[in-house]
T-cell receptor
């Protein structure tokens, strides 16, 4: 069966510090991968998605970036965090074909920028 | 980008009663998929139900059903016989059937179940 991991689960970082959140998927190959941010009391905002190694599409321009160095690894990064980067970050995957259905979500990372 | 609107930030229902959560979306595409996800306090996103736009029949999953009105671009979720475990944030989502399979989510409805 497929599983998706995210770490760390919780992170507190000062403003201006770098960020690296990691997501890995097991039990499938060539998945579509996604990063979302959920601000307090808000919906999910799609940040990045990837259809393959090294292929990243950005939905919202900001100081975050994403990379996919391996087929089942998706990394969210920042060189300098802002207070507005605080939130709950969710990684998700879906089967990479037209007839696929839902996205499968990881447990999330709660980021607090102080 | 597609927009998904959930106009009810909060809803409440008595245990064992029925509640309907609203969702509307904006799109120019004819082929797409719609979903309802549940996010309990654990924050884990759980799929509740999905609907293919080409299907006229409304999807049903046990106590959960949808009312899909394609012309009106409306996709509401009905929860029957509400249980305490149904208390959660509910998100409506729209999925494009193209490369990347982007999903777009509404802002959510927080459902409280009153014992």
């Amino acid at each position: 069966s497929q599983t998706i991991h995210q770490w760390p689960a919780t992170l507190v970082q000062p403003v201006g510090s770098p960020l690296s959140l990691e997501c890995t998927v097991e039990g499938t190959s060539n998945p579509n991968l996604y990063w979302y941010r959920q601000a307090a009391g808000r919906g999910l905002q799609l940040l990045f998605y990837s259809v393959g190694i090294g292929q990243i599409s950005s939905e919202v321009p900001q100081n975050l970036s994403a990379s996919r160095p391996q087929d089942r690894q998706f990394i969210l990064s920042s060189k300098k965090l802002l207070l507005s980067d605080s939130g709950f970050y969710l990684c998700a995957w879906s089967v990479a074909d037209r007839v696929s259905y839902e996205q499968y979500f990881g447990p999330g990372t709660r980021l607090t920028v102080t | 980008a597609q927009t998904v609107t959930q106009s009810q930030p909060e809803m409440s229902v008595q245990e064992a009663e029925t509640v309907t959560l609203s969702c509307t979306y904006d799109t120019s595409e004819s082929d797409y998929y719609l979903f309802w996800y549940k996010q309990p306090p654990s924050r884990q996103m759980i799929l509740v139900i999905r609907q293919e736009a080409y299907k006229q029949q409304n999807a049903t999953e046990n106590r959960f059903s949808v009312n899909f009105q394609k012309a009106a671009k409306s996709f509401s979720l009905k929860i029957s016989d509400s249980q305490l475990g149904d208390a959660a944030m509910y998100f409506c989502a729209y999925r494009r059937p193209y490369t990347g399979n982007q999903f777009y989510f509404g802002t959510g409805t927080s459902l409280t179940v009153i014992p």
